[in-house]
């Protein structure tokens, strides 16, 4: 069986993460429970403005907290502990926050309220935490099938995937997997009869290769533009998915949109980026 990892840079460690593709059946997750498809800047909000979040209540010494870190390691906490990304509750009935904890076992609580940087004025808390958002359903690969059909029975593809991706017309990799016997690389590149050349002869009735909405530069940029803004931005993750058509975008998680990063990403090519706050504005 084929495996195709995927990068994300992450605050807490500080370093690159590698997770593996998803497999048969799974749908590849977003970096964060929910990507709405709206312009960068009308996900920004300040002092005043009404605002929703979820995350884990915290009480101590120093008032009621809820941490909004959605990236945890494995190492044992103290009680009362919260990050570095926690919010000042101001308001919140105890009673509420015990039986949303109760309700969910622990999973979190949701609040809306007004933003008083750094803190949230509640208005509403309860237990209804948004499910994580599921991404491409890799099943059905995005070509037509070869004649004779997809290949069954497949063997570990013997391909330096990572090397590949890296340089040259390859700008992602994905694998679609239709049955448990059927394992398909799905390419997206900027020249789609090179990348054929170079890999059919090595994926008989395995591969299947699309033109890529952005090129690797574009990749590149956001990767470097980020990377320079994580600490700034407040940035919690980020790395590179892509859709069921197999064409690459950037999800971004973070704690906030500000309006410099807002600005940033509206200008970019449609598609490219997607932000995915923890915090963000309360329409409606």
């Known amino acids: 069986m084929a495996h195709v990892a995927s990068r994300h840079w ?6 690159w993460i590698t997770a593996r593709a998803p497999g048969v059946g799974d749908a590849e997750r977003v970096l964060a429970e929910q990507h709405v498809d709206m312009a960068a800047r009308d996900l920004v909000f300040g002092v005043g403005d009404r605002v929703r979040t979820w ?7 120093d008032g009621d907290w809820l941490d909004l870190a959605r990236v945890h390691d494995l190492t044992w906490k103290a009680p009362g502990w919260k990050s570095d990304r926690s919010v000042r509750l101001i308001g919140a009935d105890g009673e509420a926050v015990a039986a949303g904890i109760a309700a969910n076992r622990g999973l979190g609580v949701s609040v809306v309220g007004i933003w008083g ?26 070509c037509p099938p070869p004649p004779g059909g ?9 391909v330096d995937l990572r090397d590949r991706e890296s340089s040259g017309p390859i700008v992602h990799l994905a694998i679609f997997r239709s049955s448990p016997e059927q394992e398909v690389l799905v390419v997206a590149a900027t020249d789609v009869d090179a990348v054929i050349r170079q890999l059919s002869p090595k994926l008989p009735r395995q591969l299947c ?10 990749i ?5 533009v980020l990377h320079a803004h994580w600490r700034d931005w407040r940035l919690e993750s980020f790395g590179t998915g892509s859709d069921e058509q197999a064409q690459p975008f950037i999800a971004a998680m973070m704690f906030r949109v500000t309006a410099e990063m807002a600005e940033w990403a509206d200008a970019l090519p449609e598609g490219l980026v997607r932000l995915e706050p923890t915090l963000s504005p309360a329409h409606g």
């Open 220 to 224: 590149n940029e956001v990767y470097d």
């Open 55 to 61: 995350g884990r209540f915290v009480a101590g010494a």
């Open 209 to 218: 290769v699309v033109p890529s909405r952005f090129t690797r530069a574009q």
């Open 117 to 142: 940087d750094e803190s949230i004025e509640v208005e509403v808390l309860s237990a209804e935490i948004p499910a994580r958002e599921a991404g491409a359903v890799r099943r059905d690969p995005p």
């Open 150 to 158: 997809w290949r069954h029975d497949v063997v570990e593809l013997d």
């Open 10 to 15: 992450s605050w807490l460690s500080g370093a």
